[in-house]
């Protein structure tokens, strides 16, 4: 809610319908967002490979580093972007939301992303069962963070 002259705005993010099938439209934007990191890779491995013919193999050690580096730079620049989604968020029609009504950036959406992953690592992915029980279905990560996921078209 904000408060405007006075009065009383409600949120979008105050509206239940906002989380309706918003877990599963998390993880069909996972699965999409791992496939443009793929394909995103292809070229930066190519690049990498002709660096490390080029110094005769010492190019090749930021090949240990390639997957990390790409997927936090995607993610900086779209989660942490205008739209405050990634692609395949935007083409589930949800979008990463702060719960103080300030923006999303760059900083933001690596460490959601980081925590994400650690989170996983760690607690397997039986940490995604924190959205069962949750409000708005949020993940740890998102608890953490004073973030939520919902839906644009609400």
């Given amino acids: 809610m904000a408060i405007l002259d006075g009065e009383i705005i409600?949120?979008?993010?105050?509206?239940?319908?906002?989380?309706?099938?918003?877990?599963?439209?998390?993880?069909?934007?996972?699965c999409v967002d791992y496939l443009i990191v793929g394909l995103l890779l292809i070229p930066f491995a190519i690049l990498v490979l002709l660096?490390?013919?080029?110094?005769?193999?010492?190019?090749?050690?930021?090949?240990?580093?390639?997957?990390?580096?790409?997927?936090?730079?995607?993610?900086?620049?779209?989660?942490?972007?205008?739209?405050?989604?990634?692609?395949?968020?935007?083409?589930?029609?949800i979008r990463l939301d702060r719960l103080d009504g300030r923006p999303v950036d760059g900083m933001l959406a690596v460490v959601h992303s980081v925590l994400f992953w650690a989170a996983n690592v760690v607690l397997t992915?039986?940490?995604?069962?924190?959205s069962l029980f949750a409000d708005r279905k949020r993940t740890l990560h998102?608890?953490?963070?004073?973030?939520?996921?919902?839906?644009?078209?609400r």
Avoid: E, H, K
């Fill in 51 to 93: 660096l490390g013919l080029l110094t005769f193999g010492l190019g090749w050690g930021l090949f240990a580093i390639l997957v990390p580096l790409v997927a936090l730079i995607y993610v900086w620049n779209t989660l942490g972007g205008r739209n405050q989604a990634t692609v395949g968020m935007r083409m589930m029609g």
């Fill in 142 to 153: 998102d608890l953490l963070l004073g973030t939520v996921v919902s839906r644009t078209d």
């Fill in 10 to 30: 409600p949120s979008r993010l105050d509206d239940v319908r906002a989380y309706s099938g918003v877990r599963t439209r998390r993880i069909l934007a996972f």
């Fill in 125 to 130: 992915p039986l940490v995604l069962l924190v």
